[in-house]
T-cell receptor, first 114, second 112 residues
Framework: DVKVTQSSRYLVKRTGEKVFLECVQDMDHENMFWYRQDPGLGLRLIYFSYDVKMKEKGDIPEGYSVSREKKERFSLILESASTNQTSMYLC?????????????FGEGSWLTVV | AQSVTQLGSHVSVSEGALVLLRCNYSSSVPPYLFWYVQYPNQGLQLLLKYTSAATLVKGINGFEAEFKKSETSFHLTKPSAHMSDAAEYFCAVRGAGNQFYFGTGTSLTVIP
């Protein structure tokens, strides 16, 4: 089974802190994604990466950056956390292409910024 | 551009009743469509996917969905709801650039 692991399930950070959310997948997937989930808004794509050191902005990249130094690991960085970044963050991965390639999700990281 | 619209953010059904969750899509390319389920405090799990083979797709836990090109719809159904079906359900479409676009979700409540 594909496993996407998010290292932190629950975090509480202070405004202005730098926050790292780590994600590791074990299926050699090329694509990795970071989504943000908020009630009534569904999942919104922050960034995605289709290869090591490659990244593409999603729909809401402002206030976030990402790092992909190894194929299996994709990190989301909040340079200076703000209260409006309190949310659930979901990491996901998929193969690069192929009919109906499926996206697999981690368990999510709940971030509260106070 | 690709997008999905889920009609009804909250759906309530009685245990044993039909479940119908609606999803309409917009896609400039032949769509690959998905339904995911999310239980409280968990990530999303794949229920089923449409990949241009059979238009009626069967998934896990007794769910199925029918792709209707003429209606640009991919509604999720289950003949008889169970208490364990209470969860959030998301419809998604895969875009040409390998991105996945999700609907805003439908919260299903099952009444005993």
């Amino acid at each position: 089974d594909v496993k996407v692991t998010q290292s932190s399930r629950y975090l509480v950070k202070r405004t202005g802190e730098k926050v790292f959310l780590e994600c590791v997948q074990d299926m050699d997937h090329e694509n990795m994604f970071w989504y943000r989930q908020d009630p009534g808004l569904g999942l919104r794509l922050i960034y995605f990466s289709y290869d090591v050191k490659m990244k593409e902005k999603g729909d809401i990249p402002e206030g976030y950056s990402v790092s992909r130094e190894k194929k299996e690991r994709f990190s989301l960085i909040l340079e200076s956390a703000s209260t409006n970044q309190t949310s659930m963050y979901l990491c996901a991965s998929s193969i690069l292409q192929g009919s109906g390639n499926t996206i697999y999700f981690g368990e999510g990281s709940w971030l509260t910024v106070v | 551009a690709q997008s999905v619209t889920q009609l009804g953010s909250h759906v309530s059904v009685s245990e044993g009743a039909l479940v119908l969750l609606r999803c309409n899509y917009s896609s400039s390319v032949p769509p690959y469509l998905f339904w995911y389920v999310q239980y409280p405090n968990q990530g999303l799990q794949l229920l089923l996917k449409y990949t241009s083979a059979a238009t009626l797709v069967k998934g896990i836990n007794g769910f199925e969905a029918e792709f209707k090109k003429s209606e640009t719809s991919f509604h999720l159904t289950k003949p008889s709801a169970h208490m364990s079906d209470a969860a959030e359900y998301f419809c998604a479409v895969r875009g040409a650039g390998n991105q996945f676009y999700f609907g805003t979700g439908t919260s299903l409540t099952v009444i005993p």
